[in-house]
């Protein structure tokens, strides 16, 4: 599966609807979903991912570690 931000709807015979979401971390799903369930209708029941535990990666962060009381030398 790619890392595209993705969310799948299933609608049963029944007129039931699923919906899962790949690809977001944390909250953010929730928050990406709300003003779809508020149209759909009373939410039944909701299952968390690993995905929704998990913290979005931030490659461009900068890191400061100060050292002036550590002897860092080699």
């Keep these: 599966m790619s890392n595209k ?5 299933s609608i049963s015979q029944d007129g039931n609807v699923t919906q899962e979401v ?3 971390f944390g909250s953010a799903c929730v928050d990406l979903t709300k003003d ?3 149209k759909l209708g009373d939410l ?3 299952v ?4 929704y ?3 979005p990666l931030n490659l461009d962060q900068d890191i400061t570690i100060d050292t ?7």
């Design 5 to 9: 931000e993705t969310i799948k709807f």
């Design 22 to 24: 790949y690809n977001v």
């Design 44 to 46: 039944e029941n909701r």
């Design 48 to 51: 968390y991912s690993t995905e």
């Design 36 to 38: 779809i369930e508020i």
């Design 68 to 74: 002036k009381d550590y002897d860092v030398s080699f």
């Design 53 to 55: 535990y998990q913290q």
